[in-house]
């Protein structure tokens, strides 16, 4: 399946549309509907190499349509998506765009790393082995290069001496641990995590939260879903807050956390925290 619903106009290439600019994610005028539920609603949105960007907002406001979009889990209605110009769902040659075959478009996805609420591990797979399968599967690395970088990025995670558990044998904040590193180790130019913490334990939340920042810290470029409000104040660059698939407000923390505009920011900050 191509990124751009069938029958849907393809994304102008126009240069106006898209200036020079040194966004590693570009996401403009971006429609998405489902049926007669318009999801996403025009928007546009840069993330610069190395910048953390959270997204917040009510459930329902489009935020997980946003990242499975980022990642071609979606397609979209109309705009684009580039990540480091590459566009998402399409190729251009020349000053056409043509849609991408599944198998390029896994190839693409390959640069988009994806942490969900509920880690999505392979159950029947160890730790170790839910890191080397897509190394080893897109045959990026020999089996015994995949099992050496899987073992640095569990350590990385706090978690080289659980490689041989599997998922059922590890908590919640350890499973989501094992999901950062297996996300990690395709060398992602960005990485997605959505609700990272909201399925866990109060008590096993900062374990997951600390490697994120570290990952922040570490100059990794991150986009991020969280209700976790103090979170986003300390290691977003860029706030972004969403309400029924638009755009309310965006812009640094101290701006859009502590001194919003909007006044359904301030309801939305009100009830969350
Ligand atoms: P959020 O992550 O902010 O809670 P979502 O992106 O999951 O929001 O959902 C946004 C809207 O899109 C909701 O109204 C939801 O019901 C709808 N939606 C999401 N996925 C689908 C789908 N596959 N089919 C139909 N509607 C969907
Ligand atoms: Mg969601």
Request: net charge negative; no cysteine.
């Amino acid at each position: 399946p191509a990124a751009l619903a069938a029958g849907a106009a393809a994304p102008q290439t126009g240069d106006e549309r898209h200036p020079p600019s040194t966004g590693l994610v570009e996401i403009t005028g971006v429609h998405k509907s489902y049926g007669a539920n318009e999801v996403l609603h025009d928007i546009t949105l840069r993330v610069a190499p190395g910048q953390v960007v959270t997204l917040l907002g009510p459930s329902g406001s489009g935020k997980s349509t946003l990242l499975r979009a980022i990642n071609h889990l979606e397609t979209i209605d109309a705009g684009a998506i580039t990540i480091d110009g590459e566009y998402i769902g399409y190729e251009r040659r020349g000053t056409q765009l043509h849609e991408l075959r599944e198998k390029q478009i896994l190839q693409r996805r390959t640069r988009v790393g994806m942490v969900f609420q509920n880690f999505n591990l392979f159950p029947h797979l160890t730790a170790l082995e839910n890191v080397i399968e897509a190394p080893i599967g897109l045959k990026r690395a020999s089996r015994q290069e995949a099992i050496a970088q899987a073992r640095v990025l569990l350590e990385r995670v706090g978690l080289a001496d659980r490689a041989d558990h599997y998922p059922r044998q590890l908590s919640g904040g350890q499973q989501q641990r094992v999901a950062i590193a297996r996300a990690l180790a395709l060398a992602p130019d960005v990485l997605l995590f959505d609700e990272p913490t909201s399925a866990l334990d109060p008590e096993l939340v900062a374990e997951v939260l600390s490697v994120i920042r570290d990952l922040a810290t570490g100059g990794t470029t991150l986009i991020i879903v969280t209700h976790e409000i103090g979170f986003a104040a300390e290691i977003a660059d860029h706030v972004v807050f969403l309400d029924a698939g638009r755009v309310v407000e965006q812009g640094p923390p101290a701006q859009v956390l502590r001194a919003p505009e909007q006044a359904r920011t301030q309801e939305f900050l009100d009830w969350v925290i």
